[in-house]
T-cell receptor
Framework: EADIYQTPRYLVIGTGKKITLECSQT?????MYWYQQDPGMELHLIHY???????EKGDLSSESTVSRIRTEHFPLTLESARPSHTSQYLC?????????????FGSGTRLTVV | GNSVTQMEGPVTLSEEAFLTINCTYT??????LFWYVQYPGEGLQLLLK?????DKGSNKGFEATYRKETTSFHLEKGSVQVSDSAVYFC???????????????FGPGTRLSVLP
């Protein structure tokens, strides 16, 4: 049974629309992450959070934004979707160091912008 | 900086063949090392880990040994099955003394296809 949930699994949306990808975890983890995964399968960290009210930009510049108002919830928002945003988005969480259980990943949201 | 290098894929094997996926890393101190697996349409799952030099991680017939002298953490399995077809990611967590709370560094992934 998954401890981290992403919705929706698949989303097809028109250019210019605002979208929010949801991510929730039930493990009480402090850290949460958003990765963008390209067709070559490589992972790119776009946002992360150390805890409530903490948000940090990752290694890959992204036009998306995130918020962390509650420990368990880490939504990602695109104000105006573009075809270049088409990708797989993976959410993950961990305790602060990630050493005990590693990162726990959600099943991903596959976003297509037409 | 910290980095992880993996052998390029795709790797195609016949069922029951021996598998090796090479992983080498660059990092200061003593990072912890991980292998993750991603099945089609899913997120990544932790496969095994090793937190200190000479440790061997193992799970589901896969194993990997943390070799400090060669900065390597190669993934091996003696006899692969069709169900092992997936993408495999090597990752490191920086040494806590140097980088407490720093993010994992993931390799680019290696796609494995096992044919019946």
């Amino acid at each position: 049974e998954a401890d981290i949930y992403q919705t929706p699994r698949y989303l097809v949306i028109g250019t210019g629309k605002k979208i929010t990808l949801e991510c929730s975890q039930t493990m009480g983890h402090d850290k949460m992450y958003w990765y963008q995964q390209d067709p070559g399968m490589e992972l790119h960290l776009i946002h992360y959070s150390y805890g409530v009210n903490s948000t940090e930009k990752g290694d890959l510049s992204s036009e998306s934004t995130v918020s962390r108002i509650r420990t368990e919830h880490f939504p990602l928002t695109l104000e105006s979707a573009r075809p270049s945003h088409t990708s797989q988005y993976l959410c993950a969480s961990s305790e602060l160091t990630g050493l005990i259980y590693g990162y726990t990943f959600g099943s991903g949201t596959r976003l297509t912008v037409v | 900086g910290n980095s992880v290098t993996q052998m390029e894929g795709p790797v195609t094997l016949s069922e029951e063949a021996f598998l090796t996926i090479n992983c080498t890393y660059t990092a200061t101190g003593y990072p912890s090392l991980f292998w993750y697996v991603q099945y089609p349409g899913e997120g990544l799952q932790l496969l095994l880990k090793a937190t200190k030099a000479d440790d061997k991680g193992s799970n589901k017939g896969f194993e990997a040994t943390y070799r400090k002298e060669t900065t390597s953490f190669h993934l091996e399995k003696g006899s692969v099955q069709v169900s092992d077809s997936a993408v495999y990611f090597c990752a490191l967590s920086p040494d806590l003394l140097d980088n407490y709370g720093q993010n994992f560094v993931f390799g680019p992934g290696t796609r494995l296809s096992v044919l019946p």
